[in-house]
Each structure stands twice: as C-alpha cells, then as structure tokens.
T-cell receptor, first 113, second 115 residues
Framework: DQQVKQNSPSLSVQEGRISILNCDYT??????FLWYKKYPAEGPTFLIS?????DKNEDGRFTVFLNKSAKHLSLHIVPSQPGDSAVYFC????????????FGTGTRLKVLA | GAVVSQHPSWVICKSGTSVKIECRSL??????MFWYRQFPKQSLMLMAT?????????EQGVEKDKFLINHASLTLSTLTVTSAHPEDSSFYIC???????????FGPGTRLLVL
C-alpha cells in the first residue's frame, strides 16, 4: 500500500510560469513533510519542509502548502527555471523521534525554455 | 547544507561476491543513518535504519543476513551486500540525520551492477 502518492509522473511547464507538484498521503499520523529534488544517478537534495502545525512554508521561489484535512500537499515553484528540471519527491514522516521517511513515486518536471 | 558522501559511486561485480558501500557524514555526527534502494523509475524504498552502536532496524521484506549494516562510528555506516545476485543491481542511497534537526541529508548514491 502506497502511503505517499504522487499521481502525476511528469509535468511540463514554460520557463517563468508556475510549477505545481502535488502529493497525497493516507497515513494521518504523518506530521512532517518534505520535498526533495533528484537528478539522475545522484542522491536527493533537500528543498523545503513543513510541519503539520503549519499550512504554508516559503523559501525563495519554493512554497509548500499543506492541507491536513485533505491529506494533500503541494510544492509551488515560481518562476520556474530550466535548471528546475528534475524529479521531485515528496516524503513524509510520522511522529517525533521516528525520523523514518516514506517517499512518493516522484514527478518528473521539465521546464521548457 | 550538510554533506554526506558515499563510496564507491559505481560498482560492477560478479554474481556471488560481496560488495561494501560506505556512507559518511562529513560535517556533523549522525547517530542515525538510513539506507535506501531505488530501482529504475521507482521511488526510494527504505531498507533499514542504522543506529550508531546498536543493531540496524530492517524494513519488512529486507533480508538482514543479505544486507549487513554496520554503524561503527558517528560518521560512518556501511552496507554490505553479501553474495550479490543480478536482482540486487540497483541504486543504493544513504542518508544521515543531523541531530537536533528532522531533515535527512542524502549521499550521492552508489550504482551496483551485478553480472
């Protein structure tokens, strides 16, 4: 059973426009969420995180929104740049002190110049 | 951000041999490290949680006798794939948690190809 789902395997966006990547989860015990960016044959790079006590966290061009009632989070990238082209994974962890991440299946973002 | 290294980055070995992968946290002491595996076009799957000075905790379906984990120091965890077979060919990634923070920092990964 996939506890963290990214239903869009790929997304194409024009440079300068907004990229919206979505993630859904099923486990209501998850209380910490993260987005990672990954290039082929490299490890994931941390982008941004959000705790369940917040509904929004912003860092430069990246904003993560959390809707706990819908068990949904999204990553907004604005403006999108060609260098943002990569696979984006959302991850969730449950409970303080556990620190175990469950990853989604990833969304491949392509930003077109 | 924090730096985690992995060595080697590429391994090609014959079926039946054992392969050791090292994961090091370079600028912090990691009491907890994690080992993941990623097959092509799939998600990162957690294999085990490695705690310094104690036995690793393996996820369901991961054979502890096949994937030996040693976390002998606060900056080093090793994963040994014993008697590797072609189906073990995958991309193995470690991560380390900086104490006091919840975020994990990932190594660059090790691609294993078993012939």
């Amino acid at each position: 059973d996939q506890q963290v789902k990214q239903n869009s395997p790929s997304l194409s966006v024009q440079e300068g426009r907004i990229s919206i990547l979505n993630c859904d989860y099923t486990n209501s015990m998850f209380d910490y969420f993260l987005w990672y960016k990954k290039y082929p044959a490299e490890g994931p790079t941390f982008l941004i995180s959000i705790s369940s006590i917040k509904d929004k966290n912003e860092d430069g061009r990246f904003t993560v929104f959390l809707n706990k009632s819908a068990k949904h989070l999204s990553l907004h990238i604005v403006p999108s740049q060609p260098g943002d082209s990569a696979v984006y994974f959302c991850a969730a962890s449950e409970g303080s002190g556990i620190y175990k991440y469950i990853f989604g299946t990833g969304t491949r973002l392509k930003v077109l110049a | 951000g924090a730096v985690v290294s992995q060595h080697p980055s590429w391994v090609i070995c014959k079926s039946g041999t054992s392969v050791k992968i090292e994961c090091r946290s370079l600028d912090f002491q990691a009491t907890t490290m994690f080992w993941y595996r990623q097959f092509p076009k799939q998600s990162l799957m957690l294999m085990a949680t490695s705690n310094e000075g104690s036995k690793a905790t393996y996820e369901q379906g991961v054979e502890k006798d096949k994937f030996l984990i040693n976390h002998a120091s606060l900056t080093l965890s090793t994963l040994t794939v014993t008697s590797a077979h072609p189906e073990d060919s995958s991309f193995y990634i470690c991560s380390a948690r900086d104490p006091g923070y919840e975020t994990q920092y990932f190594g660059p990964g090790t691609r294993l190809l078993v012939l």
